[in-house]
DNA sequence: TTGAAAGCGCTAACAG
DNA sequence: CTGTTAGCGCTTTCAA
């Protein structure tokens, strides 16, 4: 006696369990008691019979009637990396404190995928969107935009005055860690850069210009290498400049994936860190610290990216208009360990 | 002149603008045209209409009448941790390439936040649900593989017939990393385990006796302390340990969070890893091959978890039936590297 | 080959 | 204080 797909109750069957019409017990259980002075005898009975019944209201038909689906969509280029997890995760916790529920997609780091994608969390009436965009294209996000769904881009932005963003400071903190190296002495610094012209990866590189030029040093563009923000490009790109460039004394590796695939080259390459190699990364993680040479870096404060993004989504949804500020920024942390030697 | 909230066009229009009804319509788009045989140039001039106002049909309205709302839930304890992270972007990719959208969710650790979260999702009609349990309670997860709505249990098991369930074999992991202790000499092993009552952590003990019993060593369960998979946990059991039992010669973390917190135990009691003491982790890590003693690990294969469980979703759904094997045991792999030393 | 109409489950305007 | 009715946007009988 086995008991089968029980369709689910619909509030029709707590109405006729409670004697009453269907305006009635919808509005008994909606809390509109008091606003249509609906008698508590009334009341009561309807909210016993929908406990008795366990119903649970269905919320498809509800945001179709009402139009509104308490839905947000989120995409990602990979939802596996913890970077991008940490910002998923205090979106979600927002969306769970606002009885919003999340839709999270994963882009594969695909600009086509993720305009895909974004088509698709639109046709389920999505009140909010979350996109930590590829970078390549972005006219399906100003056309959003300018649809007035509410919208926040975070990590990799674009300069258009009605795109909400929010993004680390980049800059900033690719510029105290330039600065750091060449005050430590170095002048032949690699750079393994990542994704090019993403917009985190293109602040960085200004923010290592900046640097140098503050100290009125030239630098060599040569000394840029890398593709990606994965391990395998920071691998190849930290081989070939060490290869190329044998003088170079320190890397500067764009994200902690780079770091790594830096790490196995020098260790190919026989460069011990830092004795033989300074490497400062972007992006601190919590095994920096135990590494053979505990890592110095910039530290991206992930869940405050996340969670300034989900408080601006909810203020667009609340008030109907965009912030302010379009652009937020975001602190970094230099995180100084043992990575860098001095020389010189 | 800015063009404001404009509603999105509906299935209605289209049919207007192609002088068909609203019926025709709809077949022409759904690929139903064959079926009704619908002229050609009908089903061409519906295609085009739709294609001139951009329309994109309502999943909404489309799900509420179909019932299906092609959409999965999923449950995590922690977004951020990289493990779940890695399972929901395999089950994310798998609903995407079946059309389907996932649904998900943050529990946070707790289990009140769980079942809360779980009648959330059955409340959106999800078509599927995968949970990776806190843990500690199951009779809303049993209730709902009694209605038979499909799910499947990820990391975090029960015991029971009709649960399906995937894990990593965490009894054979435990096994093989105690018994590459014991055969190196180690004889008196700290274990740091994670959240007691837990099916990999109680598995994974009987492992390690598994492995003592083999060998005819006898097991002193007063060498087992922690209390969760967490940084914390790991340190505060490592620095018990290694205090009241200074004889101690290897420690075997049931997470690599753990593993972490005991090497800042060690560092801060002065025992350097490997030489004053060997340590295992369970759960391998990228950055696991670059410590200061690289870390020997029991790697579970995630993506290979998060893939068989969202197939197991998929293949539910098909076929409205449970598969035949309910228990899925996903083999883990013993990475030797440099953290364990030979003594004795 | 096409259309009219019912209805998925809910909310809200209108009517008592 | 409560009920009747329309309708959100779509799919799918039933009818022609």
């Known amino acids: ?16 369990a409670a004697g009453v019409s269907l305006s009635t017990a ?20 309807v909210r016993d019979a929908a406990k008795k019944l366990q119903f649970s209201p269905s919320l498809l038909a509800r945001s179709l009637r009402s139009q509104r689906t308490k839905l947000w969509g989120i995409v990602l280029p990979n939802i596996a990396n913890p970077f991008f997890a940490a910002i998923a995760r205090e979106i979600a916790l927002t969306a769970e404190e606002n009885a919003f529920s999340v839709l999270i997609t994963d882009s594969q780091e695909n600009s086509e995928t993720e305009v895909h994608l974004v088509e698709q969390l639109l046709a389920r ?32 932005g674009f300069d258009h005055k009605d795109l909400v963003t ?17 005050e430590s002495g170095h002048r032949t610094i690699g750079i393994l850069q990542g994704l090019p012209d993403t917009l985190p990866n293109t602040e960085r590189l200004v ?35 060490l290869s190329e460039y044998p003088e170079i004394t320190a890397l ?20 011990k860190i830092p004795d033989d190699l300074s490497l400062i990364a972007f992006d601190d993680h919590p095994f920096a610290a135990y590494l053979a040479a505990p ?6 404060d992930v869940s405050q990216l996340g969670r300034v993004a989900a408080r601006l989504l909810m203020g667009q949804i609340k008030t109907g208009a965009l912030p302010e500020e379009r652009q937020h920024r975001i602190p970094v942390q230099l995180m100084i360990r043992a990575s860098i030697m001095k020389i010189g």
């Open 26 to 45: 919808s509005r008994a259980l909606s809390g509109k008691a008091e606003a249509y002075r609906i008698s508590s005898t009334t009341e009561k009975s």
């Open 166 to 182: 929010v993004t680390s400071d980049h800059r900033a903190g690719a510029r105290a860690a330039t600065k750091l190296l060449l």
């Open 207 to 241: 923010g290592v210009r900046e640097a140098f030029a503050l100290q009125n040093i030239a630098f060599d563009p040569a000394l840029i290498a890398g593709n990606h923000f994965d391990e395998t490009s920071g691998y190849q790109a930290a081989g070939k400049l």
């Open 295 to 300: 890592l110095t870096s910039v530290n991206q």
């Open 1 to 16: 006696m086995s008991k089968s797909t029980s369709k689910p109750i619909t509030l029709k069957q707590v109405a006729a």
């Open 125 to 156: 009436q999505i009140e909010g969107l979350i996109v930590c965009p590829v970078g390549i294209r972005n006219q399906h996000l100003t056309k959003i935009a300018k649809q007035k769904l509410p919208l926040v881009l975070v990590d990799r």
């Open 252 to 271: 500067f590796a764009f994200s902690n994936q780079n770091a790594l695939g830096a790490l196995r080259a020098a260790g190919e390459l026989g460069r």
